[in-house]
């Protein structure tokens, strides 16, 4: 059974900085695209990064570029996201899901964790 469970999210004030993780079972990371994407409350979700299974090319949303980074660890079948200069702007819940890379730029995955909220507030 394919499980994607997400971890790492709480309070923080703005600057500070998060790491998140995304562990999978049920399936091989190494052949998968992993995207992060997140929603506040109100809006519609938004993708922040993703990661391709192949070369480990990075790809970014512009609010996130320069503060974000997306990594892989293969060997405990885990993706990350090291969040920094954090802005309150930044608060919503966090996801990561697996898919065909091409099909995770364009906002859709196969299989989502249960998310973890991230706050940004002083």
């Known amino acids: 059974q394919v499980q994607l469970v997400e971890s790492g999210g709480g309070l923080v004030q703005p600057g500070g900085s998060l790491r998140l993780s995304c562990a999978a079972s049920g399936f091989t990371l190494d052949y998968y695209a992993i995207g992060w994407f997140r929603q506040a409350p109100g809006k519609e979700r938004e993708g922040v990064s993703c990661?391709?299974?192949?070369?480990?090319?990075?790809y970014y949303a512009d609010s996130v570029k320069g503060r974000f980074t997306i990594s892989r660890d293969n060997a405990k079948n885990t993706v990350y996201l090291q969040m920094n200069s954090l802005k309150p702007e930044d608060t919503a819940v966090y996801y990561c899901a697996t898919a065909r890379l091409r099909d995770l730029l364009a906002g859709l995955g196969d299989y989502w964790g249960q998310g973890t909220q991230v706050t940004v507030s002083s």
């Open positions: 990661i391709s299974s192949s070369d480990g090319t990075t």
